[in-house]
């Protein structure tokens, strides 16, 4: 995985959880611009593959990276950067 806009190579420790630190490292992807809003994430599988991480570890990422409302997950579609709507407080879904 290249440097892309000075965002750090992943590179997981052993003294935190590896979900939490692929969430943070998406989550600074997208607040360099590098993943836009309304723009979907690449699949489970290609996320897996990488980050190098395992099914489950993209699967926690992306339900941290919900809670943090980063994302927004629609059924069947895919996984997408939040949208700030300027009527509500809340991110929204792909435009």
Do not use: C, W
């Not at 692929?22 to 836009?36: P, V």
């Not at 699949?43 to 941290?64: D, F, S």
């Amino acid at each position: 995985m290249a440097d892309v806009q000075g965002i750090p190579d992943f590179d997981p420790s052993d003294m935190a959880y590896v979900y939490a630190q692929m969430a943070d490292h998406i989550a600074l992807r997208i607040a360099a611009g590098d993943l836009r809003p309304g723009s979907r994430l690449p699949g489970e599988r290609a996320l897996a593959e990488e980050y190098g991480v395992a099914l489950g570890t993209v699967r926690r990422a992306v339900e941290e990276l919900r809670d943090r409302g980063l994302v927004v997950t629609l059924p069947a579609k895919g996984t997408f950067v939040a949208v700030e709507d300027e009527n509500e407080s809340e991110p929204s879904g792909p435009v």
